[in-house]
């Protein structure tokens, strides 16, 4: 075996050729090894090219989120049909290894480089999306997941009002605190939108580098965030990490597709304004409450570029 990689995980692949998942292995490439606690490999034997996934609670820094996340996408893949589930990989090894942790065995499907994203790829994927939030979630009902509301606790609120007036002091002469103070006394309404039915499955983690072409079909591997939530969380965060990525995107554009493909597969209308109104709800919330922890040492070209957009996706809102 041409073993590029190195330390612990090698033992991990001889143990799945000893299983038979591989046949005289011929090289071992690391992909991934990031803040996740996951490493991801390329492996190639003479039968063809696949991905594993693998972690272990010493991987994780005792990160009993992040395990959870690995166990859910473990249980995802082993209880979800990908013929009748769109765009799942296929699994070809699941695992729960007591000793070694979460092993995940898939084919190893064509990238998609970020230069590739045409307007047409990009309202494919905005369909996969709408077929995704169209599911029943009855589909996944086994894995245990139920919609979780979002509460509105005024000492929190109060404590993120102060975060953002001290990071905001630290670039501002004269603060006008009246727009923090609107979103803060406004918290009530802005989740009631966020909690608001349709619940939708949702992928959890949807952008760019988490589809991948299978034989010209996009396939959406990830899945440790599957949740049961408001589907537009999805499609906004393809279109803001894709254009963070450098990808041209038309955001207006994708909304305009995924609306018209939703409504396609549920069979029931689905207004603009409601994505929207999602959308904007969810950058506020997630802006006032988090972002200020972030921010407190953020230049300033930074710190007024969340807080602008806060602002303006609050003023949409009109609330």
Same mark, same amino acid.
């Given at each position: 075996m041409n073993n590029q990689s190195t330390g612990e995980s090698a033992p991990i692949i001889d143990y799945l050729q000893e299983r038979g998942l591989f046949t005289a292995v011929q090289s071992l490439e690391p992909l991934r090894n990031g803040a996740s606690g996951a490493k991801v490999?390329?492996?190639?034997?003479? #039968?063809?090219?696949? %991905?594993? &996934?693998?972690?272990?609670?010493?991987?994780?820094?005792?990160?009993?989120?992040?395990?959870?996340?690995?166990e859910r996408e473990l249980r995802f893949y082993s209880v979800v049909d990908s013929g009748t589930f769109p765009a799942v990989p296929q699994a070809l090894h699941v695992e729960n290894n007591p000793e070694l942790g979460f092993i995940l065995v898939l084919p190893n499907y064509e990238r998609i480089e970020f230069d590739q994203w045409s307007p047409k790829?990009?309202?494919?994927? #905005?369909?996969?999306?709408?077929?995704?939030?169209?599911?029943?979630?009855?589909?996944?009902?086994?894995?245990?997941?139920?919609f979780e509301e979002i509460t509105v606790d005024t000492d929190i609120l109060d404590q993120a009002l102060e975060n953002?007036?001290?990071?905001?002091?630290?670039?501002?002469?004269?603060?006008?605190?009246?727009?923090?103070?609107?979103?803060?006394?406004?918290?009530?309404?802005?989740?009631?939108?966020?909690?608001a039915p349709p619940h939708r %499955?949702?992928?959890?983690?949807?952008?760019?580098?988490?589809?991948?072409?299978?034989?010209?079909?996009?396939?959406?591997?990830?899945?440790?965030?599957?949740?049961?939530g408001k589907g537009a969380g999805d499609?906004?965060?393809?279109?803001?990490?894709?254009?963070? #990525?450098?990808?041209?995107?038309? #955001?207006?554009?994708?909304?305009?597709?995924?609306?018209? &493909?939703?409504s396609f597969y549920t069979k029931q209308e689905?207004?603009? &304004?409601?994505?929207?109104?999602?959308?904007?709800?969810?950058? %506020?919330?997630?802006?006032?409450?988090?972002?200020?922890?972030?921010?407190?040492?953020?230049?300033?070209?930074? %710190?007024?570029?969340?807080?602008?957009?806060m602002v303006e996706a609050y003023l949409q809102l009109g609330l």
């Open positions: 490999y390329r492996v190639i034997d003479q #039968a063809g090219s696949y %991905v594993v &996934k693998h972690t272990h609670p010493s991987l994780c820094g005792g990160d009993q989120h992040l395990l959870s996340s690995y790829l990009q309202e494919r994927a #905005a369909e996969l999306c709408a077929q995704i939030h169209s599911l029943d979630p009855a589909c996944v009902e086994s894995l245990g997941l139920e953002w007036i001290y990071v905001l002091n630290r670039h501002c002469q004269q603060l006008d605190t009246k727009p923090l103070q609107n979103i803060r006394d406004s918290m009530s309404s802005i989740c009631s939108i966020l909690n %499955v949702c992928h959890g983690d949807f952008h760019a580098e988490n589809l991948l072409l299978n034989q010209g079909d996009l396939v959406i591997c990830d899945w440790q965030n599957v949740n049961i499609i906004s965060f393809f279109i803001s990490r894709g254009k963070a #990525a450098g990808i041209d995107i038309d #955001a207006a554009q994708l909304i305009d597709r995924y609306c018209e &493909k939703l689905v207004e603009k &304004k409601d994505i929207y109104d999602v959308i904007n709800a969810s950058t %506020v919330h997630i802006s006032f409450r988090f972002w200020p922890h972030y921010l407190r040492d953020a230049k300033a070209d930074r %710190v007024f570029q969340i807080y602008d957009a």
